[in-house]
């Protein structure tokens, strides 16, 4: 049974459209991540959401919109798609704020957007 | 700014073959350094935490070293399934989100 998942793997759309990212976790944390790793590696986080409130918004365009239903979904609404955008998209979840514990979050398989 | 810089970039190493990847931080108040393993296609796994200089943490043929500047993977006698991105990531600042490397490739040939 994944621990962490998202869907779709893969998605390929055109400049311009809106695509979302759906991600469920199963293990019962209270604590989830939107991370995003592009061409040259970096992962970076972009949101974090713990028990259905926003904790972290770094700095991304505010095309990009989580929503967490409840706290074991966590997903990502992008508008206006960029050719910037392209990237690997990585949900993840930690028991505790921030994984401070023990630092250890769960990841999932991740989504590989292509915005052409 | 906070950052986090490993390497090499790249390692190949032949099966049995032991030797380190090096990830070097500068972070306002370090609150812990984490590896993390990341195999193609899949998201990173969990490896270890370090929260104090001369600490250490050992998992099979991994060894995780930190000191007040860097910290160190030794890999002894890796085989091919040792063979992965290997990252690094440091907890500071005033939010406390993790800051990834950009990772260390290792190829170990059978």
């Known amino acids: 049974d994944t621990a962490v998942s998202q869907t779709p793997k893969y998605l390929v759309t055109q400049m311009g459209n809106d695509k979302s990212i759906k991600c469920e976790q199963n293990?019962?944390?209270?604590?989830m991540y939107w991370y995003k790793q592009d061409s040259k590696k970096f992962l970076k986080i972009m949101f974090s959401?713990?028990?259905?409130?926003?904790?972290i918004n770094e700095t991304v365009p505010n095309r990009f919109s989580p929503k967490s239903p409840d706290k074991a979904h966590l997903n990502l609404h992008i508008n206006s798609l960029e050719l910037g955008d392209s990237a690997v998209y990585f949900c993840?979840?930690?028991?505790?704020?921030?994984?401070?514990?023990?630092?250890?979050?769960?990841f999932g398989e991740g989504s590989r957007l292509t915005v052409l | 700014e906070d950052q986090v810089t490993q390497s090499p970039e790249a390692l190949r190493l032949q099966e049995g073959e032991s030797s380190s990847l090096n990830c070097s931080y500068t972070v306002s108040g370090l609150r812990g350094l984490f590896w993390y393993r990341q195999d193609p296609g899949k998201g990173p796994e969990f490896l270890f935490t370090l929260y104090s200089a001369g600490e250490e943490k050992e998992k099979e043929r991994l060894k995780a070293t930190l000191t007040k500047k860097e910290s160190f993977l030794h890999i002894t006698a890796p085989k091919p399934e040792d063979s992965a991105t290997y990252l690094c990531a440091v907890r500071g600042g005033s939010q406390g989100n993790l800051i990834f490397g950009k990772g260390t490739k290792l190829s170990v040939k059978p």
């Open positions: 993840a979840s930690s028991q505790d704020k921030y994984g401070e514990n023990t630092g250890e979050l769960f």
């Open positions: 959401y713990n028990n259905k409130e926003l904790i």
């Open positions: 293990l019962g944390h209270d604590t």
